[in-house]
């Protein structure tokens, strides 16, 4: 009974030391179960992060939400926001500021801090990105969508330091872009127009349009590419079917990089990348598309499976992070 008490005690602990800010020592793994952070979203993400914490903790692991990454490079508002000082009218991050970002100068934020006891990370989706971030910085081509430079900063740093210290890492959408836009790679602010461009017809295949009535995931099959690679091991087969999709940015490519693609979806004569990882680290992995959705569906919500994409294989995801993360 006291193990008990204690175990729950020390995630309690760890779990509110991290969401505020707090440094306090604790040693990694809870109970012989991996801790694993869910990168920061708002200041009220409690209630979004329920059915994950949910999802982490049936792929046994022990679930945190991790606190905002800051940067002493920039300056921030009362509410933890970003400056409205460093950022263009879109909301972006204006480029000087971005540079300071790109440095990764980790002494500069407080990551070791939000970091403190956390074996692994689970990547969430999200706004537009700056692409102030980008390898190349250009002007913003995303026809007004909303870009989150706040969350910008603490993305783009928690992925830069879990690759360069080979934590293990499941990131989806947002987080699989930020990861590539980490690594250098080029980058498509908008599919529709990278359609045009290719004088291809787009049939909003990766998200519904805004105003679309009960707009909700689209659903389409991912092809999993011949090559060695965690998520060939995790889906098993040449492809993943009927996946959660929600995303009008992608990776183009990722020459110059040392990521590898491990998945693509193919269009009207258009291939998009689906998965990356960076084959030198344990696990660091990046999917376009969202298995915590399904899985949510699934398990949470108590819809019906058959519509969804496979319930195990999409635990497995988070099952091969969760014993990656284990020590």
């Known amino acids: 009974m ?74 921030y508002a009362a509410d933890g926001s970003v400056d409205k000082e460093c950022l263009a009218s879109s909301g972006m991050l204006k480029v000087k500021y971005a540079e300071k970002i790109k440095d990764q100068n980790f002494v500069n934020t407080n990551i070791s801090t939000v970091m403190q006891g956390v074996d692994g990370v689970f990547g969430t989706g999200g706004e537009d990105i700056s692409p102030s971030l980008y390898k190349h910085p250009e002007k913003e081509k995303n026809h007004g969508e909303e870009i989150n430079a706040t969350r910008d900063i603490s993305d783009y740093t928690l992925q830069a330091y879990c690759l360069k210290n080979n934590i293990p890492t ?81 990776i183009e490519s990722l020459a110059g990089t040392e990521l590898i693609q491990t998945a693509e979806t193919t269009d009207n004569g258009i291939s998009l990348i689906e998965g990356i990882e960076y084959p030198k680290n344990t696990f660091s992995v990046g999917l376009q598309f969202h298995p915590e959705n399904d899985l949510t569906e699934i398990i949470v919500n108590k819809k019906d499976k058959s519509k969804f994409c496979n319930e195990d294989i999409c635990m497995r995801f988070f099952k091969a992070l969760v014993k990656a993360a284990t020590k």
């Open 170 to 250: 499941l990131n989806v959408c947002r987080s699989e872009q930020m990861m590539g836009i980490v690594s250098g790679v080029k980058f498509l602010q908008d599919i529709p127009d990278y359609y045009k461009a290719h004088n291809k017809s787009y049939d909003d295949l990766h998200r519904m349009p805004p105003g679309t009535p009960n707009r909700d995931y689209t659903r389409h099959d991912v092809h999993i590419l011949p090559v060695k690679s965690h998520l060939r091991e995790i889906v098993g087969s040449d492809t993943l079917k009927n996946v959660s999709s929600w995303h009008h940015q992608n």
């Open 2 to 75: 006291f193990k008990k008490l204690e175990k729950v005690l020390a995630v309690s602990v760890l779990s509110l030391s991290l969401s505020l800010g707090f440094t306090y020592q604790v040693d990694a793994m809870v109970g012989g179960k991996p801790v694993i952070g869910i990168s920061w979203e708002s200041n009220d993400q409690e209630a979004d992060y329920a059915p994950i914490k949910k999802i982490i903790e049936l792929a046994g692991g022990i679930p945190v939400e991790l606190g905002q990454i800051k940067s002493n490079e920039v300056k």
